[in-house]
């Protein structure tokens, strides 16, 4: 297969620099597929797990469209498990590095809410959360979703196993319609694909078999 380098990505400079401080020379398989078309504003269905680079395959496009002088949440990202956000907010963390101004935040129950909507207040633009407390924040509005431009279901098979599924469908059913929804599962079941029929617009499928970076 021919490899893509993130150079021919027309990426913003700070996150390519960023990429190679990470030490990331070629795009894996899932990244060369889909950061392409999130660039475009598609919706996506990435099917690949853990281990795939799946998280840069989002975490790059997502930044692409965060404004850093706008001060409001911009994009938000769902995963199963307290242990995954945390994960996924330091690696779009690493790649933010060079984009002074972005806020990343991982927002998950069981961490004080206090401080989390002190956190938020502070002109957070991108959170990385959990189902049931995203859900929460935004019902204390210390989550404000109007300019919310890109969201991601990472997981979301894992999502659905853990009962999350009417968490998440409270949550997308609120987030402004223009949006971009990219949805990652390692599974593609009937129910992933309902959730696709229901909250994405004409998504693209990228697949690609496991191996290990
Ligand atoms: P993920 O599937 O997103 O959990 O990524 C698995 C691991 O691969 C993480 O430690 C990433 O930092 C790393 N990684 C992601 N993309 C690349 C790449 N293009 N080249 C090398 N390593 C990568």
Known sequence: METIKF???KLDDRILRAVADMGFEETSPIQGKAIPLALEGTDIIGQAQTGTGKTAAFGIPLLEKVDP??????????????ELAIQVAEEIRRLAKYMHGIKVLPVYGGQEIVKQIRSLKDGTQVIIGTPGRVMDHMRRKTIRVEEVHTVVLDEADEMLNMGFLEDMETILGQLPETRQTMMFSATMSPAILEIARKFQKDPETVKVVKKDL
């Open 69 to 82: 002088k706008l001060k409001k949440l911009q994009a938000v990202v769902l995963c199963p498990t307290r």
């Open 7 to 9: 150079e021919d990505l």
